[in-house]
């Protein structure tokens, strides 16, 4: 089993639908992170957080929200997705004192 | 605002010749250096890294070297292997801050063989 695992893979939904992308780790990481991907733009960071209690804005939050339901799961959701959300994402751990982020295999989203 | 930029969005090199991927930053502060590798369908991997206290580290194959005073950074890789093709981020980061990965726009890099 991978240990950074992201559900789903691969949505399709329309604008204005509520959608939440899921991240769970087997690693024992403290720190979690979500990143987007989009031709061009390389990744960039979209919410991440430290603990359980901890949340912080990335570069683009604007649109998203997290929430860190325990430990090892670190959700993503747009309350009203747009079509220029249409993107990889992909979820990220790193552990404490550690300089090397761990990544998942990214779930990839089209907003039509 | 790029404060990683990645200006070869792609490079095409022959088999057994060096690879050489290049990174630029902005952000002086930061001090901490990574490179990672993407396969289509995959997450990022980490390949190497470089703290601002050195300017060369070797894994292998791979050498990533750091000029401070330019503010760039750069992966080689001797020699080159198909299974090298791939998409390269580099990504920089303030250790002593809060511990957020910028990460440049990537280079597509083809291995001929």
């Known amino acids: 089993d991978a240990d950074v695992t992201q559900t789903p893979r691969n949505r399709i939904t329309k604008t204005g639908k509520r959608i939440m992308l899921e991240c769970s780790q087997t690693?024992?990481?403290?720190?979690m992170y979500w990143y987007r991907q989009d031709p061009g733009l390389g990744l960039r960071l979209i919410y991440y957080?430290?603990?359980?209690?901890?949340?912080n804005k990335g570069e683009i939050s604007d649109g998203y929200s997290v929430s860190r339901q325990a430990q090892a799961k670190f959700s993503l959701s747009l309350e009203s997705a747009i079509p220029n959300q249409t993107a990889l994402y992909f979820c990220?751990?790193?552990?404490?004192?550690?300089?090397?982020?761990?990544f998942g295999a990214g779930s990839r989203l089209t907003v039509l | 605002d790029q404060q990683v930029k990645q200006n070869s969005p792609s490079l095409s090199v022959q088999e057994g010749r060096i690879s050489i991927l290049n990174c630029d930053y902005t952000?002086?502060?930061?001090?901490?250096f990574l490179w990672y590798k993407k396969y289509p369908a995959e997450g990022p991997t980490f390949l190497i890294s470089i703290s601002s206290i050195k300017d060369k580290n070797e894994d292998g194959r791979f050498t990533v070297f750091l000029n401070k005073s330019a503010k760039h950074l750069s992966l080689h890789i001797v020699p080159s292997q198909p299974g090298d093709s791939a998409v390269y981020f580099c990504a920089a980061s303030e250790a002593s801050g809060t511990y957020k990965y910028i990460f440049g726009t990537g280079t597509r890099l083809k291995v001929l063989a």
């Open positions: 990220a751990t790193r552990a404490a004192g550690a300089n090397v982020l761990t």
């Open positions: 957080s430290f603990d359980v209690k901890d949340i």
């Open positions: 690693k024992g990481h403290d720190r």
């Open positions: 952000n002086s502060m930061f001090d901490y």
